[in-house]
């Protein structure tokens, strides 16, 4: 019996073994072939011109504005709703309809949240514009803002809240000044980590901020960004251009590193 | 008298039976007064009572009277009257409160203490002022005379107790309440906790719960013997400790229980 077990232990560690090691070379390939191929397509001119020069500037900035306002919306109403929920709900049934409606929309595909906004705000206009593939991004944001804050919040202990009130403090002051004060960390992190998720979508931006060549801050109209840029680059004939795919590809990915190590640190840092 | 309970229950919510029974129990000024009793007593509940904390929370219920006196009157108000927000908010800075494991404010050890007097409206001087008055009132000035900048979490447990207290007498209140405020500390820390509640007595009336029998006879005036939700025994602390009249007190002062 126990030799059995002994066994099947090792025959467990071993299937598991194989698939991590299956994974890493799969993620390894990826990364050695996207730094490869994009480090070797990467030259100054990329970032000093936009795509209709075979550069990637409009993209980069137009990924940035679409996912930095995006931020602007989601960041405080999803901050407001997790502080609702920890704070005032006292765990109602509003609250867990809540909670849960919020599991579900971050576990559903971005496609959808694209699909959804390019119906209500893509239709009606008539054609794509910057505005909805910012609420398509603030829509993907909002539900990781809420359960981060909501976490973050229930991890500050219920007596520094009583310390706040029995020193005749209004709740609300209590709220912004001393409890958000103590989960600021975590906060800010889940807040970085949702930036990092947002900042690579594709899905969401392809029916709603649509693709354009050119230079434009205007949210009104098609708007560039390096996601859709690179889902339309990467599939054409001509190889200058997958040439720009691919390191607009490595640089998005490096960007998001660099964003998901920030938020790393900081939750080392906390401990 | 600053403070009467008079016939108090108290019921947390979803409970039928009342964690405090017709409690009828006196504060005098400038006083220390001990609360005793075995865990599961009551003792908190009550001390959480007479700063109405209990309100943060919804369904709790309290019957009967919390009389507080009202300086510039002296008469006595029914605390459990006051409805209003700004009343309890009022109520909150003449009664402060002390916790087991102290709560220093994710702030530097100045805002710890000016953070209460800036919501009071008061002046940048006028809160230097204060800030420094309450932290020697406390005995933490010499300490942390230098750092006033540096974050209050880095300070030790019985430094951010002590803060905790300067934090609340800054505001001046009436009425201290402490819920085992050593209980989480050293013994050095513990004494000097002791020591300072026997200095501020001078200036504020002080409600301690404890669960140490010795520091209750060392530092209080008054003890009330709590068991199981009801008051057994009130007195000055020499005749609790010395010439109990109740068994239950009398058995508990000897250990055979709690
Ligand atoms: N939030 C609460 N909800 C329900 N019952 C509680 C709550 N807090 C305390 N009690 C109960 O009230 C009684 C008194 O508790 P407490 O005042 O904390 O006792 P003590 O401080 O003397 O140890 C205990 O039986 C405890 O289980
Ligand atoms: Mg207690």
Request: with cysteine; hydrophobic share 45%; net charge neutral.
């Amino acid at each position: 019996m126990l030799k059995r077990r002994f066994f099947l232990n090792k025959i467990v560690l071993f299937l598991s073994t194989l698939s991590a090691i299956l994974g890493l070379i799969f993620l390894f390939w990826i990364l050695i072939t996207l730094t490869i191929k994009g480090i070797t397509s990467l030259n100054l001119h990329l970032f000093t011109s936009d795509l209709v020069d075979n550069g990637l500037r409009n993209l980069l900035i137009g990924q940035f504005i679409l996912a930095g306002i995006a931020t602007l919306i989601g960041v405080p109403v999803g901050v407001l709703a997790g502080i609702y929920l920890q704070e005032y709900s006292y765990n109602s049934r509003l609250a867990e309809i809540i909670r849960n409606l919020s599991d579900i929309m971050m576990s559903a595909p971005s496609i959808v949240i694209g699909v959804f906004v390019y119906s209500i705000l893509v239709i009606p206009v008539g054609h794509s514009n910057g505005w909805a593939g910012i609420v398509a991004l603030a829509v993907m944001m909002l539900p990781i803002v809420v359960r981060t804050t909501d976490d973050m919040l229930s991890l500050v202990p219920k007596e520094l809240r009583e310390a706040g009130v029995a020193l005749g403090v209004p709740k609300y002051r209590v709220i912004f000044d001393i409890v958000i004060r103590a989960a600021k960390v975590g906060i800010t992190t889940g807040i970085l980590l949702a930036f990092a998720r947002i900042v690579g979508e594709t899905a969401p931006l392809l029916f709603t901020s649509g693709n354009n060549e050119f230079f434009t801050l205007d949210l009104n109209h098609q708007f560039p960004s390096l996601t859709v840029a690179i889902y339309n680059l990467a599939t054409m004939p001509n190889p200058q251009l997958v040439k720009i795919a691919w390191a607009g590809a490595f640089v998005l990915v490096v960007v998001v590193l660099i964003i998901n190590l920030i938020g790393r640190y900081l939750v080392k840092d906390k401990k | 008298m600053i403070m009467e309970v008079k016939d108090f229950y108290f019921y947390y919510p979803n409970t039928t039976q009342p964690a405090l029974k017709g409690i009828n129990l006196p504060f005098y000024e400038n006083k220390i007064t001990a609360l005793i009793g075995p865990s599961g007593c009551g003792k908190s509940t009550l001390l959480r009572s007479l700063n109405r904390i209990h309100d943060l929370y919804p369904g709790n219920r309290y019957e009967g009277e919390i009389l507080l006196k009202n300086l510039e009157t002296g008469e006595m108000e029914n605390i459990l009257e006051w409805k209003k927000e700004e009343e309890l908010i009022q109520l909150r800075q003449r009664v402060g409160m002390i916790f087991q494991k102290p709560t220093p404010f994710p702030m530097s050890i100045y805002d710890n203490v000016a953070y209460g007097l800036r919501l009071q409206g008061k002046k940048k001087s006028e809160i230097d002022e204060k800030v420094e008055e309450a932290l020697k009132g406390s005995a933490l000035w010499d300490e942390v005379k230098d750092r006033l900048k540096q974050d209050a979490r880095g300070l030790s447990g019985g430094q951010q107790q002590r803060l905790c207290i300067a934090r609340a007498i800054a505001l001046e209140p009436e009425i201290l309440l402490m819920d085992e405020p050593t209980s989480a500390l050293d013994p050095i820390s513990t004494i000097a906790i002791e020591e300072l509640a026997i200095k501020l007595r001078e200036k504020v009336s002080i409600v301690i719960v404890t669960h140490n029998m010795q520091q209750a006879s060392r530092i209080s005036d008054y003890t009330a013997f709590m068991y199981l939700g009801e008051l057994v025994e009130f007195g000055e602390t020499s005749q609790i400790f010395l010439n109990p009249k109740e068994q239950r007190t009398i058995d508990y002062i000897a250990g055979k229980f709690g």
